[in-house]
């Protein structure tokens, strides 16, 4: 059995808060549309991953044991990767070797 007035309650449409408590939440509203446009424009720019910082990485996602396996290496160690690669025959090596000669790295 409904309350007493409580159909009217349910029916009744949202205000928009009034006073300081509307400023606030006006204020609140506008910061998380400013840092969401920021961190859209950031993405977009590819600044948010910064593994790819330092010149000479590969980071390469492909096919693993446990799903799936990220390789990264820099420096000697992706030169050592990408010669690896190049012998090597795996489930990964085709696009290790395409990531590797975008970086230049080649057989001895």
């Given at each position: 059995?409904?309350?007493?007035?409580?159909?009217?309650?349910?029916?009744?449409?949202?205000?928009?808060?009034?006073?300081?408590?509307?400023?606030?939440?006006a204020s609140c509203l506008?910061?998380?549309a400013?840092?969401?446009?920021?961190?859209l424009v950031l993405a977009a720019a590819g600044r948010l991953?910064?593994?790819?910082a330092s010149a000479g990485c590969i980071d390469v996602t492909g096919p693993s044991t446990t799903g799936a396996g990220t390789i990264h290496a820099c420096g000697d160690t992706a030169v050592r990767t990408c010669r690896l690669a190049q012998r090597e025959r795996g489930?990964?090596?085709?696009?290790l070797r395409a990531r590797c000669a975008s970086?230049?790295?080649r057989r001895p």
């Open positions: 059995m409904p309350l007493e007035g409580h159909w009217e309650r349910q029916q009744t449409p949202l205000r928009w808060p009034g006073g300081r408590r509307g400023r606030v939440v506008v910061a998380l400013i840092a969401t446009v920021a961190l991953d910064t593994r790819h489930p990964a090596t085709p696009s970086l230049h790295v």
